[in-house]
Every structure is written in structure tokens, then in C-alpha cells.
């Protein structure tokens, strides 16, 4: 099962480092690992996703408390937040091609962000589900780069995962 | 850096000079720090350890940047897995350099990264005594642990505008939680309350928490019996009635039974290490587990856990006491003791046979020390022959029990003498893990440190000899020690007063003589191959 984690910690140098190498040394299986600034500049966020069982996600979410630098750590709660990811794919793609890509990207509401004689770069923002549909799309067409953040959670409603003010 | 040394108190530290942390080191000479020169920076490692141990402070050790620094870890690694506190200081090259493979760069914080509590590396002299409080504050409270700090050699010769030590340190994401929640000890209560066959199981972490005091008292008040892990050993008194003895791969067995066969296992600051437990799912489907430990990762890591505290041990027993009264069962308490009186140690001396016969001496030995003597042994079968067989009373045993670390003895016990220079502090190696710190008996005489080493020679490294045995058909591949030295000689060569017994009789007339003098002392016992560990 996929777990999201939502990691707030101090924004210094090492800290990244430290939280992944934990990761790899403990044997847990990260699935996407994405880190921003958030709105106190002192203070970053890393959203992981890991893919494991209770017992490992519990697991992570101490060791990641026991991180000096790190603030917080919070599980989120399937279904309580809203989850994302920003992906740039590069398609192959001749004149005869173009405007059967563009109808995709209009059905997809994937913006083309760039156009060269052989190629269309599309951006596309929605959940990793939906960003494997339009690469599944685009597939035929021929992949030649895909780029993607990893994905970005927060939680719905007025809920927050911020520092507790002291 | 000397200045932040002086207001956290330090009195001593253990280094090995080089260029990158020649600035630092020339301002500590000149200061009122003693600085103990080792021979080898794994050692300093250690000693600081030995030392943190028998003093309950923070133990400090130096090194010089790349090799100096690459030497340290297998000593911070071994401090980590047993929770030491220890502030490691390494010199690094010019914080301009950083990063280009100059000569003697290694990158410390990144090497260090899983065996160090925390990390610095300055980039700014400005920080270091924001750092240095923060650096004592992590390596002291909660689960303690080492801390580096790597520091480039031109910011230990850059001046600050005004030297102001913080009186605290400030971190917002480390609050390590001291009181038990009282929920999860009122659970505990009643589950104490409703055991039939409970038992208490002693970890390391009572000794860290400075709970001897407090777990003795809980023991006797519940009136529960109490097994230890080999951390564990010397909280409480081997020879009281309520002590079964250590449990695990190398325990005694009527403690495994114990543990085997209890309804409640109350485990305080002993984290179900593999050697200690090695089915604990078994175990908590029969028992009740009720897990006490300041560090929450280790709660519910190795074993299911029904009743968590996290807390200061010390502190959480003392809630346990307002609330604690004996009902445990007569019936339970008898058939401990019963297996405890049927226990018998191995181990018969034959003073015919040419060789020390290990498990009997070290009983002997053991009666002949100091009530508080400070006992360290090394890794291997001389380990397990001390601790199954030693009376650890008002001292301490110093092992290196996570880790498993051979050669740790001996700077052990150097550091844990100069911690307490009017405690008898005992060191007992085999011939593999003398050999790996043997460089120390240098440090030894520099300093005239008055320790009494026991060296159980058998050519062997006898606990790898000994799986052989048992599963590689004694093919002994690599385990044969033919090109030792005559270590009298050597001894006698740093002008240490040493001798060879071939019999426990004259083993134990030479300990006499051993215990009866002020200076250190070699004891080099033969010992018989074939001697088992158990």
C-alpha cells in the first residue's frame, strides 16, 4: 500500500541527505520524494510517498522524528488530502502529427509549453494516476523525455500540517 | 572551541594530532583541558566512551581531518549502537577547499550519517558555540548518542566579533519526552497488578537513565523478578534474590526460561535486540509486553508491544513506585528461584591440565575484586566467559554489546580509569582483540594508567573457531593465531609488569599480586583451545 507523508524540517544544508539516505538504509521503499520551500522561508517540506506496509510506515514516520532537523512528521490519511504532481513530456511528433497531439492535449487539459519541428513538450498537473493516462496517450506517438516532481499533497479542508506555534 | 569545551565542563579529552586540527589542538594545550595523546584514533573513540561510561559525562575525542577522521568511525559506530554520549571533534580541510579531494578531505558528516546522532559541519566560525551547546544538549538527553562536529581548519583560526556561550540550546524539532504518559502507566499498573508470572527485563537503557537505583526499587517493592540483556548486566546486583541472570543466545538458561515462560514481560530500555530475543513474536503471543523506552523507534521495532511508554526510565519508575504493590504470586517466584538454585555454571578447574580454565578463574577473579570495581571486557568468548560468570555488584561492565566491536576492552578501560582513577578498573581481552588495540598499552604507560588487563590466550579466535565446529566441519579457516607474540615480552617491553599462568592456581595467585599493586598489570592466561564459550 502507498503511503503519503507529509515532512515538515529545518531548511538547512544536509537535510535532505539525512532523511534519504535513511530511507535506503533502512530497507523502505520510497516512491516519490519531492521538497519546497514553504511559507516561512526558515522551513522546508519534503512530501514522500512510500509504498510498504503499517508496520514500515510506522516505522519511517519515527525514525524521521528521531532526524534532528526535522520538524514533523505526519501520515496522511487516505482520502483526507489532495495530491498532485507536475510532469513535462517531451513527444516525438511530425506535421501530419501535430494536431492529433493538440486534441489530446486539449481533451487532457495538458498545455503544449513548447514546439520545435520534431517535438511538442506538454505540461501536465494531476495525480499520478491521471499523468500515466496521458502517457499512455502520448505513448504511440513516441516518449522522448519525461520529467516529473513527484507528488505534492496537502490536506483538504482547514486542516494543516504546520509547526505548532510555541 | 576550547572555550565551548570549558563552560559544557569538559576535563579531559582523547585525540590524535594532524594538520587540519593543529589551531584547535594549540589552544587546548595551552588551556587547563587535559588532552590524552591515543595511539590510534579508533581508540580515542573508545577511550572517550569508556570514559563517558564510568563518568555519566559526555565523553570527547579529536581527530585530525580524512584518515584521522575515517579512523574515529568504527569507534562512533560502536558508541552509536550502544548509546553513548560523545562529542566527536574532527578537523576538515579549508572550508574554500571543501569538496575538491584535497589532500586528506574526507567528508566526515556524510560518512558519519548513520552512526551519528546529529552532525555539523561549520562553514562559519559564528556558529560554534551555538553549535557546541546544541551538540552536548543532543548527545545527552533523550536516548544519548555521538554527535560530530567537523570544523575546517581556517575557521579554527578565524576570530568572532564577541564570544557569547547560550545557556540553552534551541532546537525546535528535538523534544525528547521524559514522563510517561500517565494513561499508558495507569494500563501498565493494572496489567502489573493482574500478571501472574511477570518479569522485569533490564536493558542498557537503565544504565544510560541513571535508574539503577529506581529499577532495584521497583523489583523489590512488585517483588518481580528481574533478567537483564548483557546492557543490562550490573543494574541489579547478580547475587540478589530477585536477579535470574541474562537472557539470549548467550544467557544463562534459567533466565531464558523465565522469559519464556512469564505472562508479563516489563522491558525497560532494552530494545529486543536479535541477541538478546531471538523469536520475540513468539514471545508477545504468549506474554503481555509492556515496553518503557525514551527512544519511540524502538518501540514496536523488533517486537509487538501491547502496553508503549515512552520516557525517561528513571522517571517512569518513579511513577510505577507511588502506585506499585507486591501481588505477584508465590507459586511464580518459587519456580524461578527453583531453576535459579539448579543452575549450574560450567566451567572445573584442573591445575594438572597446563591451561587456565576460563569460567571457573573468571569466578574466582570476580570474588577477588573491589564491590564498585569497573569491569570491561572485549568481543568474543572472553566476553561471554565474563559475563556469565562475573558478580558485576556496586561497579559497572562496559561491553561493547551492539556493535560487537573487538578491541574495545582496552581502550575502554583506559578511558573509564581515567574517568575514576580511584576505582580498580579490570580489562579482559582475548589474544584476537588485544591485537587490535594492542597499540594502547602506549597510551597506557604516557599516562601511567593503573589498569589490570586479563589476556586469555588460546591462539584462537575461539568463538569463530567454535561455529566452525559446530557447522563448517572444523575446517578452522582463519581462525588460528599461530604468529602470536610472547605477550609477557611485550608487556615487559613498555615496562609493564607481566606474567604467563598456565593453571587457575597460579592464575589466581597472580591476581592477587595483580590487585595488590598500584601500577598496571598483564595477566596472560593459557588457555586451552577447546574451551567452550557457554
Request: proline fraction near 5%; charge should be negative; glycine fraction near 8%.
Amino acid at each position: 500500500m502507498k503511503y503519503t507523508l507529509s515532512v515538515l524540517v529545518e531548511n538547512q544544508p544536509g537535510v535532505l541527505s539525512k532523511v534519504s539516505g535513511l530511507f535506503s538504509r533502512r530497507g523502505f521503499n520510497i516512491d516519490s520524494l519531492a521538497v519546497g520551500v514553504t511559507e516561512n522561508p526558515t522551513i522546508s517540506r519534503i512530501t514522500i510517498v512510500v509504498n510498504g506496509d503499517e508496520y514500515m510506515v510506522e516505522q519511517v514516520e519515527k525514525q524521521l522524528n528521531k532526524v534532528i532537523p526535522v520538524i514533523k512528521v505526519k501520515v496522511l490519511q487516505p482520502e483526507q488530502f489532495i495530491s498532485c504532481e507536475l510532469s513535462l513530456i517531451k513527444v516525438s511528433c511530425n506535421t501530419k502529427q501535430r494536431a492529433e497531439i493538440m486534441k489530446i492535449s486539449e481533451l487532457m487539459h495538458a498545455p503544449i509549453v513548447d514546439v520545435a519541428t520534431t517535438s511538442l513538450t506538454l505540461q501536465f498537473t494531476d495525480s499520478g494516476e491521471r499523468t500515466q493516462t496521458l502517457i499512455s496517450l502520448l505513448t504511440p506517438y513516441g516518449l522522448k523525455e519525461i520529467v516529473r516532481t513527484g507528488t505534492l499533497a496537502i490536506e483538504k479542508g482547514a486542516t494543516t500540517t504546520r509547526k505548532q506555534s510555541t | 572551541m576550547v572555550e565551548c569545551l570549558k563552560n559544557e565542563h569538559v576535563e579531559i579529552a582523547f585525540g590524535y594530532p594532524g594538520a587540519a586540527i593543529c589551531p584547535f589542538l594549540d589552544y587546548l594545550y595551552r588551556s587547563s583541558i587535559r588532552h590524552v595523546l591515543v595511539r590510534s584514533e579508533q581508540n580515542a573513540a573508545h577511550e572517550a566512551s569508556g570514559y563517558a561510561r564510568a563518568s555519566g559525562r559526555p565523553g570527547v575525542c579529536i581527530a585530525t581531518s580524512g584518515p584521522g577522521a575515517t579512523n574515529l568511525i568504527t569507534g562512533i559506530a560502536t558508541a552509536y549502537m550502544d548509546s553513548i554520549p560523545m562529542i566527536v571533534i574532527t578537523g576538515q580541510v579549508n572550508s574554500e577547499l571543501l569538496g575538491r579531494d584535497v589532500f586528506q578531505e574526507a567528508d566526515m558528516t556524510g560518512a558519519c550519517e548513520p552512526f551519528t546522532k546529529h552532525s555539523y559541519l561549520i562553514k562559519d566560525a559564528a556558529e560554534l558555540p551555538r553549535v557546541f551547546k546544541e551538540a552536548f544538549h543532543i548527545a545527552t538527553t533523550g536516548r544519548p548518542g555521538p554527535v560530530l562536529i567537523d570544523v575546517p581548519v581556517d575557521i579554527q583560526t578565524s576570530e568572532i566579533e564577541e564570544f557569547i556561550y547560550p545557556q540553552k540550546a534551541n532546537i525546535i524539532g528535538y523534544k525528547p519526552r521524559t514522563y510517561g504518559h500517565p494513561m499508558q502507566i495507569k494500563k501498565a499498573i493494572a496489567a502489573i497488578s493482574e500478571a501472574v508470572r511477570p518479569i522485569i527485563c533490564c536493558g542498557g537503557g537503565v544504565v544510560l537513565a541513571g535508574a539503577r537505583d529506581e529499577l532495584v526499587a521497583f523489583a523489590q517493592n512488585s517483588g518481580i523478578p528481574v533478567v537483564s540483556t548483557m546492557m543490562g548486566i550490573g543494574v541489579v546486583p547478580m547475587d540478589s534474590d530477585l536477579y535470574l541472570g541474562m537472557i539470549g543466545m548467550h544467557g544463562h538458561p534459567n533466565a531464558n526460561h523465565a522469559m519464556g515462560d512469564a505472562d508479563l514481560i516489563i522491558l525497560c530500555g532494552a530494545r529486543v535486540g536479535d541477541r538478546a530475543v531471538s523469536s520475540p513474536e513468539q514471545m508477545a503471543q504468549k506474554a503481555k509486553i509492556i515496553h518503557i523506552d525514551i527512544d519511540p523507534a524502538e518501540i514496536g521495532k523488533n517486537i509487538t508491544v501491547h502496553i508503549p511508554i515512552v520516557g525517561d526510565i528513571r522517571l517512569v519508575l518513579q511513577d510505577f513506585a507511588e502506585h506499585v504493590t507486591n501481588t505477584v504470586p508465590a507459586e511464580w517466584i518459587e519456580t524461578v528461584l527453583h531453576h535459579k538454585a539448579n543452575y549450574k555454571p560450567n566451567g572445573v578447574a584442573d591445575n594438572s591440565s597446563g591451561f587456565v580454565e576460563p569460567r571457573s578463574f573468571m569466578r574466582s577473579l570476580s570474588a577477588m575484586m573491589d564491590e564498585n570495581a569497573i569491569l570491561a571486557a572485549d568481543v568474543g568468548q572472553n566476553q561471554i566467559w565474563a559475563v556469565r560468570n562475573f558478580n558485576v555488584k556496586e561497579g559497572r561492565f562496559l561491553t561493547s554489546g551492539g556493535l560487537g566491536t573487538m578491541g574495545y576492552a582496552l581502550p575502554a578501560a583506559i578511558g573509564a580509569k581515567l574517568a575514576k582513577p580511584n576505582r580498580q578498573v579490570v580489562c579482559i581481552c582475548g589474544d584476537g582483540s588485544f591485537q587490535m588495540s594492542m597499540c594502547e598499552l602506549g597510551t597506557l604507560c604516557q599516562n601511567e594508567v593503573n589498569i589490570k588487563i586479563i589476556l586469555m590466550q588460546n591462539d584462537r579466535l575461539g568463538m569463530v573457531k567454535e561455529i566452525q565446529d559446530k557447522i563448517y566441519g572444523c575446517r578452522y579457516a582463519m581462525t588460528t593465531l599461530s604468529g602470536n607474540p610472547d605477550f609477557v615480552k611485550i608487556a615487559e617491553a613498555y615496562g609493564i609488569r607481566s606474567v604467563l599462568a598456565t593453571s587457575n592456581l597460579e592464575a589466581e595467585q597472580y591476581a592477587r599480586e595483580m590487585f595488590a599493586s598500584d601500577q598496571a598489570f598483564i595477566l596472560v592466561c593459557r588457555i586451552h583451545p577447546d574451551t567452550p564459550t557457554i
